[in-house]
């Protein structure tokens, strides 16, 4: 055990050395996995993330199922602390070549689940059902004999490389059996060290994801599969803005209760954000294609141009409980989670581009029990601030603002006859102090 650990220590440090030299990227695009270790997260990095046109995984036996009869051909190791593998059962026992691991449009009928592959690291959350792949993007899973890669990432031995102690994980190009860059490695397959978790393309714990870490194509097929998702800092930024509180226009609501939508249902799922994907996703999309923008909880789909935004910015990061974004009729609603007590709650717009719109105040107590609004409906003359109904048959709280009541649209619903001073000059958004005093969270 002792000369194990020396070896392990030893081999780290030549790995590390080696790391060093490395380039950052290889310009990679297809890519054949002999150790069929890839964990779920860098499987999903790389076809999402970094546009890899396909894994081919070179299948090894893995454990056998219960019945002690059947093989189970690993293809990769789920999230987590690695317990179970993706794996293919094959209706005729016999080993395919190779599992191929794509993007594929749901059209092309390559995206039809087959009982013979499964993936348990995924379970019910399925990132692949979620932005910022499409709707009609899945991530699919065939048996192939003929891989179209160049570049495989394989095991040499040690007496491969003549090294008397060990092995090495290595990029070989498939044309002309090049190493195009290999790093020093403890592993005898099919046992890979495959922890390494922050850090990936450096941590020599796992010398094999290293190399794999560092796959990047050059060419990335955007709006294909997916949209490019953004940030959009607030102007002016919301820990300013909630200082600003005690000078902006207090409203009261009409506060009405509601036992609809029951929880479970799509309608519920919808408009509370409880089960996001793929329900809102589907339905934001399906809106952003007939009408150009569609509303994503909290971020707007832009279909031109393929760009999903979202409101944040770094204090947003830091105390992102503090607050609810909500996306609707073109535009960001912003308020407070915590609806308990009679101290008046802030509610704020910002448009599209992150400008504050306007900003007030609402004189309102919390719901029976739910701290505060999960969602926001508006309609030509309203504004409705929702909660939903609780647990134990308790209907939910609805807060409805008049648009005639907060200044912003007052001024651009107010008939010209009434006041042509008020059409020359609409009310805005409320102007801050150029100075506002540091705080460490939002004020509530």
């Not at 607050?323 to 407070?336: K, L, P, S």
């Not at 508006?378 to 409805?400: F, K, Q």
């Not at 200044?407 to 009434?418: G, L, T, V």
């Amino acid at each position: 055990m002792e000369r194990r650990r020396e070896l392990y220590r030893k081999a780290i440090k030549r790995c590390d050395a080696e790391t060093k030299l490395l380039p950052d990227a290889f310009d990679i695009s297809a890519v054949v996995d002999e150790g069929a270790s890839l964990r779920s997260t860098l499987i999903y990095e790389l076809l999402v993330r970094r546009g890899v046109r396909a894994i081919y995984v070179r299948p090894v036996l893995g454990p056998l199922r219960g019945d002690g009869t059947t093989p189970l051909l690993r293809y990769g190791l789920p999230d987590g602390q690695g317990v179970g593998d993706w794996v293919y059962s094959p209706t005729k026992l016999q080993s395919p070549t190779y599992i191929k691991l794509e993007l594929a449009n749901r059209e092309s009928g390559l995206c039809d689940k087959s009982t013979e592959f499964s993936r348990p690291g995924d379970g019910g959350n399925d990132r692949y059902n979620r932005p910022p792949l499409l709707p009609s993007t899945c991530l699919a899973i065939s048996a192939t004999d003929k891989p179209d890669a160049l570049v495989a990432l394989r095991y040499l031995s040690g007496k491969e490389v003549n090294d008397e102690e060990f092995g090495r994980w290595a990029l070989v190009d498939l044309v002309d059996s090049r190493v195009i860059a290999s790093l020093t490695t403890i592993d005898v397959p099919p046992q890979i060290s495959s922890e390494a978790r922050q850090g990936a393309s450096t941590d020599c714990r796992s010398p094999y994801t290293v190399l794999a870490w560092r796959i990047k194509p050059k060419t990335f097929r955007e709006g294909e599969f997916s949209v490019e998702m953004h940030d959009v800092a607030p102007i002016p930024a919301l820990r300013d803005l909630w200082q600003q509180k005690g000078s902006l226009t207090t409203i009261t609501p009409t506060v009405t209760r509601s036992s609809e939508p029951r929880s479970g249902a799509d309608k519920y799922k919808l408009l509370f954000g409880e089960d996001l994907y793929p329900i809102a996703w589907s339905t934001a999309t399906a809106e952003a294609v007939n009408s150009g923008r569609g509303h994503y909880v909290h971020s707007i789909l832009n279909w031109d141009t393929r760009t999903l935004r979202r409101l944040r910015d770094d204090d947003m990061r830091k105390n992102y409980w503090d607050i609810h974004v909500r996306t609707a009729d073109g535009g960001y609603f912003v308020f407070d989670k915590d609806w308990r007590g009679s101290i008046p709650k802030l509610l704020a717009r910002y448009d599209l581009t992150g400008k504050l719109d306007w900003a007030v105040n609402v004189a309102a107590t919390g719901p029976d029990c739910y701290a505060g609004p999960l969602a926001v409906e508006v309609s030509p003359t309203l504004i409705v601030l929702r909660s939903p109904p609780c647990d134990g048959g308790v209907a939910g709280t609805n807060w409805e603002l008049r648009k005639l009541d907060i200044p912003f649209y007052a001024a651009q619903m107010k008939p010209a006859s009434e006041s042509k001073q008020a059409d020359a000059q609409p009310v805005v958004a409320p102007t801050l102090r150029t100075k506002p005093h540091k705080v460490d969270k939002f004020i509530r």
